[in-house]
Nanobody
Framework: QLVESGGGSVQAGGSLRLSCAVSRDGHASNCLGWFRQVPGKERDGIVLNLSDDNTTYYADAVKGRFTISQDNAKNTVYLQMNSLNPDDTAMYYC???????????????????WGQGTQVTVS
């Protein structure tokens, strides 16, 4: 089970930090991804973290501005978002997947576990 938090409204150029609290029940995840979606548009994958070697991939749209980190003691993954602009306005979701062959950055990747989403609005 995943629970996102930290969304909100911010002015362009500002920062937000999203949190994704991960409950450690069932199978361990092989990867965790961050996605975002604007109503009426396709979901975009923005960050993918592979658990086995802690490799992280960023979409070009967020590279250099967004950073993922984790606090294992709190079972929480963070998405630090800097230099936000109005194009970053979206509902943000974290997702986790125990099947390694499923893990991917594409917005169409069918992850097993999804959070409820948190809204980010940049004006």
């Amino acid at each position: 089970q995943l629970v996102e938090s930290g969304g909100g409204s911010v002015q362009a150029g500002g920062s937000l930090r999203l949190s994704c609290a991960v409950s450690r029940d069932g199978h361990a995840s092989n990867c965790l991804g961050w996605f975002r979606q604007v109503p009426g548009k396709e979901r975009d994958g923005i960050v993918l973290n592979l658990s086995d070697d802690n490799t992280t991939y960023y979409a070009d749209a967020v590279k250099g501005r967004f950073t993922i980190s984790q606090d294992n003691a709190k079972n929480t993954v963070y998405l630090q978002m800097n230099s936000l602009n109005p194009d970053d306005t979206a509902m943000y979701y974290c997702a986790a997947e125990p099947r390694s062959w499923i893990c991917g950055l594409s917005g169409t990747t069918e992850y097993t576990h999804w959070g409820q989403g948190t809204q980010v609005t940049v004006s």
